[in-house]
């Protein structure tokens, strides 16, 4: 489907533009992208528009780079994409169901994750299993399923899927009060870093992968963290004794260039924001030590989500679990943390 990859390109290129990408396509019964029938005759303006916007883009990154970024203004329409996927979990109380979706084309590639439901009377009849189809509706900054239907089991039995082989190490779980074990890994400039240069100062430490689409998921993180940093850094009279580490699960794309991009682009400070990566064992080791997993799937990762204050005697303070902490939650933390008698 070019279209929609196009369109996902230039929305990952500029937000801004992906309204004017938008008017050139239309969502036919299906759901599914196309072309507009009528833009055939208005072809040469279109790619001249493309271009135009392509040029824009390109001044638009590099200004980012140079400037931290304004949080982006909420997004009211929801781009709209029909999913069909299997019940994995429902948990109505946090309003998410996991679903085992399969690929969304041009947005996001088949994977296992949670999604938000607002109306929870539409889980009532669900159970793990069933086969589902449901609207995904995403704007800039949220993300969330609607109009969940079930259909018919199919009648094939397909054999389940199993995660790939992969190297871990027996690790214990974190629990608040325990040491953060030594961790070595690369930052954003290729430098070595170790999770103990950070002793004296509270360290907030997240996960993501730059490549995540879903707005609630990294993206929510990473606009989390910045604001965190925003926070602290503003705090009259506050603490400067600490630092925020997030960690890319996904050492393979995410190099130390692309890491230093995507920071840039969410106005990190280096002095007080690092981004780094490692051997994916050690990634795998330390992520695993707060309850977060992740793997491959289907050309996609899937992941939970985890964030963790160790306060600057390098202890676990706190670890917040999933999406709905905030950066007043954290920065609250983090300076307390900082603020703590050794
Ligand atoms: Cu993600």
Redesign the pocket.
Known sequence: MPAAMLRWLFKTCCRASSRQIQSLFRVDSKRSLSFRRDAGSTLPVVALGLLLIAASCSRETEQKSATPKKPSTTSTNPTIYQVKGVVVELSPEEKTVRIKHEEIPGYMAAMTMPFEVRDTNELRRLEAGDHVAFRMLVTDTDGWIDQVRKLPRPTTNNPPTTGPFRFVRDVEPLNVGDVLPEYRFTNQLGQAISTSQFRGRALAITF??TR???PT???R?MENFAETQRKLLALASGPTNWHLLTLSFDPEFDTPAVLKAYGASHGQDPRHWTLATGALIDITAIAEQFGLTFWSEDGG?S?N?RTAVIDPAGRVRKIFIGNKWTSDGLAEEVSEAANQLP
């Open positions: 993501i992968f995540c689409p879903f998921f990294c993206p993180t990762i992941h989500l």
